[in-house]
């Protein structure tokens, strides 16, 4: 006798970006074939226009293009004026970028917890550690998995302090706070092209965005090593500029993206129904009220034996992914900043309990459920 076999449903990875590619392949081709016509292949006027349009976007005066969203925050640290042997807050919970790029603008990361329900600094927690040290000259809040930090909370605080707040909003292009766009909540927002992000190139690239005039004239210069007229040099930046092919497919892109991030919202809406009707144990993503436009770079839960899950999924070809497993404060390149395990108990219970899901915009409904379907199994099993 024939015994029943399951059926094999056809795996779900974490992202496909090949799903989306058709829908502009026409589009990106005829603007690489204008940049290769034109062979100018650096800034120029596919980068301004990219500018422009990215500006306008995210509701800001100035956009500046460069090499990656780690670049964009270490410009934006330059520009702000920070140095060696000043102090930046951020969070541990962070991708290593965040941290990275302080380190490399001459600065000691100094490090606050963040808040359980968002994921995001603590301004409580700010306040505190603003308080006890007085070399802080920025702090730095991630928008992470592309949902705001509690932003007011956070300038207030800087402002009171005459520092600057720095955005990472790597993660959170169009993600909005009270209604207004992150990378125009502060001085500076640092925004990354990498591929997997909701507004992805085809390689690297990042941009930085602010409404000072004088801030977004240092950007420009430091981008090309710290000059303004060619082979005149007022400080020593790097060479850091977005590719003009990049720019060019990125204009394409931009115009797609409100429609991506509707996706992902819907797709986050449909994971939350679907995981709370089938009673899975899992805590799903809470947005703050002030969160008006959470754009979901990724939907993340807080799981029960979630390095188990992990693998159960694994095993039934489900994409996952843990950001990020070991909060920065215990990092090995850290070690010499002298913080210990038990310092930072929200970040660090966030790195054992995190897991992303696919979220991209194209999953169907039947996708959706089969992924909420494994998880809640999982649990019953
Ligand atoms: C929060 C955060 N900051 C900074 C970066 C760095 O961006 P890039 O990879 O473009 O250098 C990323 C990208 O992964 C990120 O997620």
């Known amino acids: 006798m024939k015994t029943a076999e399951k059926p094999q449903l056809a795996p779900v990875p974490l992202l496909d970006l090949r799903k989306q590619y058709g829908l502009f392949k026409k589009e990106v081709g005829q603007a ?27 509701g800001v005066r100035h956009a500046v293009g460069c090499a990656s969203g780690s670049d964009a925050l270490f410009l934006a640290l330059l520009a702000s004026g920070i140095r060696l042997g000043d102090e930046v807050v951020t969070v541990p919970f962070t991708f290593f970028a965040t941290a990275g790029a302080i380190v490399h603008a001459g600065a000691t990361p100094v490090f606050v917890d963040i808040e359980p329900g968002t994921f995001n600094m603590d301004a409580g927690q700010l306040a505190a550690v ?60 640092c925004f990354s092209f990498f591929p997997s992000k909701n507004l992805g190139a085809f ?8 409404n000072d005039d004088g801030l977004a004239e ?4 430091l981008r090309v090593h710290g ?26 892109k931009i115009e797609y993206l409100d429609g991506w991030t509707e996706g992902r919202r819907r797709n986050a809406a449909h994971y939350t129904r679907k995981l709370d009707e089938l009673g899975a144990p899992v805590t799903v993503p809470e947005a703050a009220p002030y ?37 920065l404060h215990l990092q090995k390149c850290f070690a010499s900043l002298g913080y ?38 999982f649990y019953q099993g």
């Open 203 to 210: 390689g690297d690239g990042g941009m930085v965005t602010t």
């Open 340 to 377: 210990r395990a038990g310092d930072f108990p929200e970040s660090e219970r966030a790195s054992r309990e995190v897991l992303s899901l696919p979220i991209y915009p194209e999953l169907s409904p039947s996708e959706l459920d089969r992924v909420a379907g494994a998880i809640a199994e």
């Open 227 to 252: 000059s303004k007229k060619k082979y005149y040099y007022d400080a020593v930046g790097v060479n850091s500029r977005l590719d003009s092919l990049q720019a060019a497919i990125l204009r394409v």
């Open 130 to 189: 603003l308080a006890r040290r007085p070399k802080v000259r920025a702090i730095l809040p991630v928008h992470l998995y592309g949902g705001c930090a509690d932003m007011d909370a956070i300038v207030e605080l800087a402002r009171s302090r005459g520092i600057s707040v720095i955005e990472d909003a790597a993660q959170a292009i169009g993600a909005e706070y009270k209604g207004r766009r992150a990378g125009g909540l502060a001085e500076l927002g």
């Open 291 to 327: 969160q008006t436009r959470h754009i979901f770079n990724q939907y993340t839960l807080r799981a029960p034996r979630r390095d188990e899950l992990r693998q159960a999924l694994t095993a039934q070809e489900i994409g996952t992914e843990v950001y990020y497993p070991l909060p």
């Open 218 to 221: 240092k950007l420009r210069s």
């Open 32 to 58: 690489i074939e204008r940049v290769l016509e034109s062979q100018h292949f650096i800034l120029g006027e596919e980068v301004q226009a990219f500018e422009k349009r990215a500006a306008e976007y995210c």
